[in-house]
């Protein structure tokens, strides 16, 4: 099949199937099983857009010859003619392509795509190469980004006649070029088994750092929390285990199962062994973070049989949303929230869309927002939008003849925009991987504040029963995070109100503390429980009435509360001279309350584990996950590990 000329026939209309390539003169690449590309591809051209059409060398026009009216083009590779439109559409001929020679468009889309990104590669400004490389990278969908070309196609790095598309960015490209040109013919076996190879060599030293990164040193105190959650792709459960410290957290690997069972005691089962690998490493696992589901909670149940030392850390961001979705349910409230629903789908309609555009101002023409069902975040977005335009909205529903909204909805819907602004400001916070129980208690205490300043104080009134009901909320938050462990975290930092119960605080301390001791034999006498849980008590009274060695604490607590001094720095002052109440409070401080980095990876797994990639073994994928994820804190070594392997690989070959 020979490449026509531009002169063969005139550009056609860019359409969806338009794709990026060389000018039609390149040469193309030769069909034989190791990658041949021609040095000229290598020198600065002007590349331009050329249509699908130009490039699946269907560019013959067929003619009725009696009206001269186009009636279609002729395959050139069989003896097909596709019919199209008026207008000379190419949709039926992308059809024809996709039905007959699928194989062979998704061959030369690649090819051309490869040279496209390879010639930016060369010339281009850093902005532009990172585009050609995630054009090639989407080429044929394989879902990855130009930023993970590294990570994520460390076992797959061929894809075009053996050329290692990852090193399309190596700064010397045009040494690994002239070298996979010289790549034997039966390379593509002992290649990809080399590959392999280097993606678990790769892996392995990633699962290494991030293991240094994770360990206590010798003398040194570093908790970790654990957080997992599951998901469902391609029939196959998967429960994703997650770590995160003070700074970061890291993708340590999931459990596959796919077998119809999918209960608490098969995942309990499979994820000791890990838990102990962990603790043998010197891993300090204190908690463990979950969301609201049933199953998570009976995992955990089952590890404390074994771990008795791990704390139950509900996800505090998802408890808040199930306080707001219950909060949007109190009929003071329901009413109003569901007329709101009611005039966004409303509006969604084209008469009303189109005639909410016109009597806008032209300089400021806002749509409606349709919230989504699984964010309350986009519910109170499309609430503040609609109070936004209120006066354009009442408009378009009088001119379309409905019925005007009363003024007592406008009055609700203003209330709750105010009254869920907090949440939403919190929700955010609560999502960070650095959120802690010290933060669930601000929370607390922040949203009480917000609820004090503009409630109802009349009781009889239905606005101040919502208002009373949206207080127990709040307390309900508290308790579904664990109220036992944050009382405990807040007795610690001297943050007391004098409706919390804090001796329900100070006996959680008591009876948690000696179990953290024990497990990571922190103390020379850590089996001795009666004398731990004697020495805690002794040093919670001597932090109440500020004895030795708490003479000073009231002036360091001062400055925690200004953000002066961190909460951990405040207690490892005291690991001396009180050790069994400091080791409890930095383990309390280091309890993470997000389980936001589980939901991350399993993003980035969909990007690893693509459709077209849907074969890839769980091992392989777990290796490539590691890499990926794991690349913001390691991403140096990382790169410089993979250059290494794949220069090794190519010089070898």
């Given at each position: 099949m020979e490449t026509p000329t531009p002169s063969s026939s005139p550009p056609l209309p860019l359409d969806d199937e338009?794709?990026?390539?060389?000018?039609?003169?390149?040469?193309?690449?030769?069909?034989?099983?190791?990658?041949?590309l021609d040095s000229s591809c290598c020198s600065p051209i002007t590349i331009k857009p050329i249509t699908l059409m130009e490039l699946l060398h269907l560019a013959n026009k067929v003619v009725d010859p009696v009206t001269g009216v186009m009636i279609g083009y002729k395959c050139s590779t069989c003896p097909h003619t596709v019919k199209c439109n008026v207008n000379g559409s190419t949709g039926n001929v992308y059809k024809h392509w996709k039905k007959h020679h699928l194989g062979e468009l998704q061959k030369r889309q690649a090819e051309q795509t490869l040279r496209q990104a390879m010639q930016d590669s060369a010339v281009a400004s850093p902005k532009k190469r990172a585009r050609s490389i995630d054009a090639y990278m989407h080429k044929p969908d394989t879902g990855a980004k130009a930023s993970e070309a590294f990570e994520l196609a460390v076992g797959n790095l061929f894809l075009v006649h053996n050329?290692?598309?990852?090193?399309v960015e190596s700064p010397d490209w045009r040494h690994v070029i002239d070298t996979a040109r010289r790549l034997p013919p039966d390379?593509?076996?002992?290649?990809?088994?080399?590959?392999?190879?280097?993606?678990?060599?790769?892996a392995a030293d990633v699962r290494g750092q991030v293991i240094n990164c994770l360990r206590a040193l010798p003398g040194q105190l570093k908790f970790i929390s654990a957080a997992?959650?599951?998901?469902?792709?391609?029939?196959a459960k998967i429960t994703a285990l997650n770590l995160l410290d003070s700074d970061n957290a890291f993708y340590m690997g999931a459990i596959y199962n796919k077998d119809s069972t999918n209960d608490a005691q098969t995942v309990a089962e499979r994820l000791k062994p890990r838990i102990r690998e962990l603790l043998d490493k010197g891993i300090l696992i204190i908690a463990f973070v979950h969301d609201n589901e049933p199953l998570n909670g009976a995992i955990l149940r089952i590890l404390q049989a074994e771990f008795p030392w791990l704390l139950d850390s509900n996800c505090a961001s998802h408890t808040l949303q199930l306080v707001v979705n219950k909060i949007l349910a109190i009929p003071y409230f329901a009413l109003a929230v569901l007329a709101a629903?009611?005039?966004?789908?409303?509006?969604?309609?084209?008469?009303?869309?189109?005639?909410?555009?016109?009597?806008?101002?032209?300089?400021n023409?806002?749509?409606?927002?349709?919230?989504?069902?699984?964010?309350?975040?986009?519910?109170?977005?499309?609430?503040?939008?609609?109070?936004?335009?209120?006066?354009?909205?009442?408009l378009v529903l009088h001119d379309m003849g409905d019925d005007e909204l009363p003024s007592s909805f406008w009055t609700v819907l203003g209330e709750l925009k105010i009254l869920l602004k907090p949440f939403q400001v919190f929700t955010d916070l609560l999502q960070s991987d650095t959120s802690t129980l010290i933060d669930v208690y601000d929370t607390f205490v922040e949203l009480r504040k917000h609820l004090?300043?503009?409630?109802?104080?009349?009781?009889?009134?239905?606005?101040?029963?919502?208002?009373?009901?949206?207080?127990?909320?709040?307390?309900?938050?508290?308790?579904?995070?664990?109220?036992?462990?944050?009382?405990?975290?807040?007795?610690?930092?001297?943050?007391?109100?004098?409706?919390?119960?804090?001796?329900?605080?100070?006996?959680f301390i008591i009876d948690w503390g000696p179990k953290v001791i024990k497990g990571f034999k922190l103390l020379p006498?850590?089996?001795?429980?009666?004398?731990?849980?004697?020495?805690?008590?002794?040093?919670?009274?001597?932090?109440?009435?500020?004895?030795?060695?708490?003479?000073?604490?009231?002036?360091?607590?001062?400055?925690?509360?200004?953000?002066?001094?961190?909460?951990?720095?405040?207690?490892?002052?005291y690991v001396p001279t009180a050790p069994e109440v400091a080791i409890v409070a930095l383990a309390l401080l280091s309890v993470a309350v997000s389980e936001a980095s589980v939901e991350r990876a399993f993003s980035r797994f969909k990007l690893v584990r693509t459709r077209l990639r849907n074969l890839l073994s769980d091992d392989h994928t777990d290796d490539e996950m590691s890499v990926s994820f794991n690349r913001l804190a390691l991403a140096p070594t990382v790169v410089a590990k993979l250059y290494t392997c794949i220069r090794i690989m190519l010089d070898d070959a």
């Open positions: 338009t794709v990026l390539a060389s000018a039609p003169s390149a040469p193309s690449t030769p069909s034989h099983s190791h990658a041949t050329l290692p598309k990852d090193l390379y593509i076996t002992k290649g990809r088994t080399h590959l392999t190879q280097v993606q678990e060599d790769i997992i959650d599951g998901l469902t792709s391609s029939g629903d009611g005039i966004i789908d409303k509006f969604a309609l084209r008469d009303y869309y189109t005639r909410l555009f016109k009597v806008q101002p032209t300089d023409e806002l749509a409606i927002i349709k919230p989504m069902v699984v964010r309350w975040n986009s519910s109170l977005r499309a609430y503040q939008r609609l109070d936004i335009l209120r006066p354009y909205v009442s004090m300043t503009y409630a109802d104080k009349d009781s009889d009134t239905i606005k101040a029963a919502a208002y009373q009901a949206v207080a127990t909320l709040i307390h309900e938050f508290v308790e579904h995070t664990n109220k036992e462990a944050v009382y405990a975290t807040a007795l610690l930092l001297d943050r007391k109100l004098s409706e919390i119960p804090y001796d329900t605080g100070r006996r006498y850590h089996d001795d429980t009666h004398k731990v849980r004697v020495r805690l008590e002794q040093q919670l009274s001597a932090l109440a009435v500020r004895k030795f060695p708490f003479e000073d604490a009231s002036e360091r607590l001062a400055r925690v509360a200004k953000k002066e001094v961190s909460p951990k720095a405040f207690w490892e002052w």
